[in-house]
């Protein structure tokens, strides 16, 4: 993970990203700058082609040595091929490396921001979007790409022009190089103008972007429910409404940056012009060599014509720091959980769990649990019911760390759970949750998902004890068979038992289920029942369950109210104690009638 290097000033904070690039990026600025210089050599050469054949024997090579008028030319040509030659090898190299550069820090760049965001709390994607997070890690990724691709050359090779170009102007013609050069402050005011103009109006875009791509991403997962509420053409409406006001942004951005071409334009038609006239004028009366003055003519084209494209460069730039200082933004969150110093070596892990004065309560949002207090024997099965709302999942996060208790400690084996090492804590905990997520995939691949080295054998073993390996097997490919994204192809109760067998494979000290058993039907409740049995038996198990008929046998149920431990004990306890839990068990059992919670 990167170290924190962002800055207000986007270009900075790239700088910095890219400094273990340091030396690859000293070689494309050389191949830029040479290759450019060799650009520029064709209209000396052409000067002083013009001046051979005007002066002969008292041109400029005549006077370092190189007396036949035949034998300049050749000079000439062969100079002209060695310098093409060499345009083109630079040519090669600074494409080559600013290209490969920009891949090369566009992958990393990407994975340290979608590392990044792993590391973050659950807290964070609560207040972001899909999609916004998608356009960062795509979207303006790829626009940081496309000016290192093309544009970092571009301006380096516009430096090397204003700087080569106006220092031979000096040189050659001191009393009027001042007219070629004269538009070029105009022109960098301008560009410094146009800057300041343009960077909010991209930054417009890029915001827009990430609230069009939320839109979309939204829809498309929730497409199903799109279809069945016939809400087609509301959603067409409200996606045309966003892209529309996108599609204005960038219209609002686009003239500004159309108009800055043709101003420049004319200001070089001026500077042109002036060099044209007045440099002539020294050529007429003999005060200018021609051929020199040929050079001068091409030279104010080499120099002032690239700024015309200034304005591209700048578009791109501008484009490109938008979307670098969105990047950069994201890298700068620090996750408000933090590893813990201690290890965790989860075949050491005996699974005793306990809960002592905890508070709990999501951010902005009020008291979800209020000084809960239990302890789990190391093997024992707990179980916690508790009507909706009343804080049951909201336990399992604070065990897995999805989020921090406010107060009181969660201890694990006798340590705190904000000592140990995030990875190695969860790696000891296994979970399933009533909201199950398969990945686009195989069977196979879901059931060994972080146990990847599993073998099939295991694979089929773990998807036997879930009750799982006979539907899987009427699948299609079996094992093989590909479950669509979010495993949309397989029907609840097959997800579900899929989520088992990851955990069962898995095979961890501690087992949370949470709702496990909700979206089965009754057949394969049953069976799941008695493959949880096997699994649970010496292992510590915490069951979060609405179906209290699937935690009969738990050594210990707690029974949560508004955030509150009402109840303690073991089914008969409960029963006889005729309190909430015997009200509940009464209902599911049919003998009471619900209780309206009106």
Same mark, same amino acid.
């Given at each position: 993970?990167?170290?924190?290097? =962002?800055?207000?000033?986007?270009?900075?904070?790239?700088?910095?990203?890219?400094?273990?690039?340091?030396?690859?990026?000293?070689?494309?600025?050389?191949?830029?700058?040479?290759?450019?210089?060799?650009?520029?050599?064709?209209?000396?050469?052409?000067?002083?082609?013009?001046?051979?054949?005007?002066?002969?024997?008292?041109?400029?090579?005549?006077?370092?040595?190189?007396?036949?008028?035949?034998?300049?030319?050749?000079?000439?040509?062969?100079?002209?091929?060695?310098?093409?030659?060499?345009?083109?090898?630079?040519?090669?190299?600074?494409?080559?490396?600013?290209?490969?550069?920009?891949?090369?820090?566009?992958?990393?760049?990407?994975?340290?921001?979608?590392?990044?965001?792993?590391?973050?709390?659950?807290?964070?994607?609560?207040?972001?979007?899909?999609?916004?997070?998608?356009?960062?890690?795509?979207?303006?990724?790829?626009?940081?790409?496309?000016?290192?691709?093309?544009?970092?050359?571009?301006?380096?090779?516009?430096?090397?022009?204003?700087?080569?170009?106006?220092?031979?102007?000096?040189?050659?013609?001191?009393?009027?190089?001042?007219?070629?050069?004269?538009?070029?402050?105009?022109?960098?005011?301008?560009?410094?103008?146009?800057?300041?103009?343009?960077?909010?109006?991209?930054?417009?875009?890029?915001?827009?972007?990430?609230?069009?791509?939320?839109?979309?991403?939204?829809?498309?997962?929730?497409?199903?429910?799109?279809?069945?509420?016939?809400?087609?053409?509301?959603?067409?409406?409200?996606?045309?409404?966003?892209?529309?006001?996108?599609?204005?942004?960038?219209?609002?951005?686009?003239?500004?940056?159309?108009?800055?071409?043709?101003?420049?334009?004319?200001?070089?038609?001026?500077?042109?012009?002036?060099?044209?006239?007045?440099?002539?004028?020294?050529?007429?009366?003999?005060?200018?060599?021609?051929?020199?003055?040929?050079?001068?003519?091409?030279?104010?084209?080499?120099?002032?014509?690239?700024?015309?494209?200034?304005?591209?460069?700048?578009?791109?730039?501008?484009?490109?720091?938008?979307?670098?200082?969105?990047?950069?933004?994201?890298?700068?969150?620090?996750?408000?959980?933090?590893?813990?110093?201690?290890?965790?070596?989860?075949?050491?892990?005996?699974?005793?769990?306990?809960?002592?004065?905890?508070?709990?309560?999501?951010?902005?949002?009020?008291?979800?649990?209020?000084?809960?207090?239990?302890?789990?024997?190391?093997?024992?099965?707990?179980?916690?019911?508790?009507?909706?709302?009343?804080?049951?999942?909201?336990?399992?996060?604070?065990?897995?760390?999805?989020?921090?208790?406010?107060?009181?400690?969660?201890?694990?084996?006798?340590?705190?759970?904000?000592?140990?090492?995030?990875?190695?804590?969860?790696?000891?905990?296994?979970?399933?949750?009533?909201?199950?997520?398969?990945?686009?995939?195989?069977?196979?691949?879901?059931?060994?998902?972080?146990?990847?080295?599993?073998?099939?054998?295991?694979?089929?073993?773990?998807?036997?004890?879930?009750?799982?390996?006979?539907?899987?097997?009427?699948?299609?490919?079996?094992?093989? =068979?590909?479950?669509?994204?979010?495993?949309?192809?397989?029907?609840?109760?097959?997800?579900?038992?899929?989520?088992?067998?990851?955990?069962?494979?898995?095979?961890?000290?501690?087992?949370?289920?949470?709702?496990?058993?909700?979206?089965?039907?009754?057949?394969?409740?049953?069976?799941?029942?008695?493959?949880?049995?096997?699994?649970?038996?010496?292992?510590?198990?915490?069951?979060?369950?609405?179906?209290?008929?699937?935690?009969?046998?738990?050594?210990?149920?707690?029974?949560?109210?508004?955030?509150?431990?009402?109840?303690?004990?073991?089914?008969?306890?409960?029963?006889?104690?005729?309190?909430?839990?015997?009200?509940?068990?009464?209902?599911?059992?049919?003998?009471?009638?619900?209780?309206?919670?009106?």
């Amino acid at each position: 993970m990167v170290d924190q290097i =962002t800055s207000d000033k986007p270009l900075v904070a790239l700088m910095r990203y890219a400094s273990p690039y340091r030396q690859k990026i000293a070689f494309a600025v050389l191949s830029s700058i040479l290759n450019k210089l060799f650009d520029l050599a064709p209209p000396i050469l052409i000067g002083t082609a013009v001046d051979v054949v005007v002066s002969q024997e008292d041109s400029l090579l005549a006077q370092i040595g190189i007396v036949d008028v035949t034998a300049q030319l050749w000079v000439l040509a062969l100079a002209t091929m060695l310098i093409w030659a060499m345009e083109s090898l630079f040519e090669y190299f600074y494409k080559m490396l600013w290209r490969n550069l920009a891949q090369t820090i566009q992958h990393n760049l990407r994975l340290d921001a979608y590392g990044h965001i792993q590391d973050l709390e659950m807290a964070y994607f609560e207040d972001q979007s899909t999609g916004g997070m998608m356009a960062i890690l795509n979207d303006d990724i790829n626009q940081l790409e496309r000016f290192l691709d093309i544009g970092a050359n571009d301006l380096i090779q516009f430096l090397t022009t204003v700087l080569f170009v106006g220092g031979l102007f000096v040189y050659l013609t001191p009393s009027v190089s001042w007219m070629a050069i004269l538009p070029m402050p105009f022109v960098f005011l301008g560009s410094l103008w146009f800057q300041r103009k343009i960077a909010p109006r991209y930054a417009s875009v890029r915001e827009q972007v990430s609230i069009l791509n939320g839109y979309l991403a939204n829809n498309l997962a929730g497409i199903a429910t799109i279809k069945s509420y016939t809400s087609e053409k509301f959603e067409i409406e409200r996606i045309r409404e966003e892209s529309d006001v996108y599609r204005q942004k960038n219209e609002h951005a686009i003239t500004l940056s159309a108009a800055f071409i043709p101003v420049i334009r004319m200001i070089i038609a001026v500077g042109f012009s002036a060099i044209l006239v007045a440099a002539g004028l020294l050529a007429i009366n003999g005060r200018l060599n021609v051929g020199a003055y040929s050079i001068l003519v091409f030279m104010t084209q080499r120099l002032l014509w690239p700024l015309t494209n200034l304005g591209n460069t700048l578009d791109q730039y501008q484009r490109a720091m938008a979307s670098t200082k969105r990047v950069f933004n994201l890298l700068d969150i620090n996750p408000s959980i933090q590893d813990g110093p201690e290890s965790l070596m989860t075949p050491h892990v005996q699974g005793a769990v306990v809960f002592k004065n905890v508070r709990f309560g999501y951010k902005e949002g009020p008291q979800i649990l209020h000084d809960l207090s239990f302890e789990v024997p190391a093997g024992d099965t707990i179980a916690i019911v508790g009507p909706t709302g009343s804080g049951k999942s909201t336990l399992v996060k604070l065990l897995l760390r999805l989020y921090d208790i406010n107060s009181g400690s969660i201890l694990l084996d006798g340590r705190e759970l904000r000592s140990l090492n995030l990875s190695d804590l969860r790696q000891a905990i296994g979970f399933v949750s009533q909201d199950v997520y398969l990945f686009h995939g195989t069977v196979r691949e879901n059931i060994a998902y972080g146990s990847f080295d599993a073998s099939i054998e295991e694979v089929v073993a773990a998807a036997k004890i879930a009750e799982a390996h006979d539907f899987i097997m009427d699948l299609a490919q079996g094992y093989d =068979t590909i479950v669509g994204e979010r495993g949309q192809k397989l029907s609840g109760g097959q997800r579900q038992r899929i989520s088992i067998a990851r955990a069962i494979l898995k095979n961890p000290p501690i087992l949370v289920l949470d709702e496990a058993t909700s979206a089965v039907d009754n057949e394969t409740e049953a069976a799941i029942q008695r493959s949880l049995e096997k699994i649970t038996r010496g292992r510590t198990t915490i069951m979060i369950a609405h179906r209290l008929s699937t935690i009969r046998n738990a050594h210990q149920i707690i029974v949560l109210e508004k955030g509150v431990q009402r109840e303690k004990g073991s089914h008969e306890e409960l029963l006889a104690l005729n309190g909430i839990y015997a009200t509940l068990w009464r209902v599911q059992a049919g003998e009471l009638a619900p209780v309206s919670s009106d």
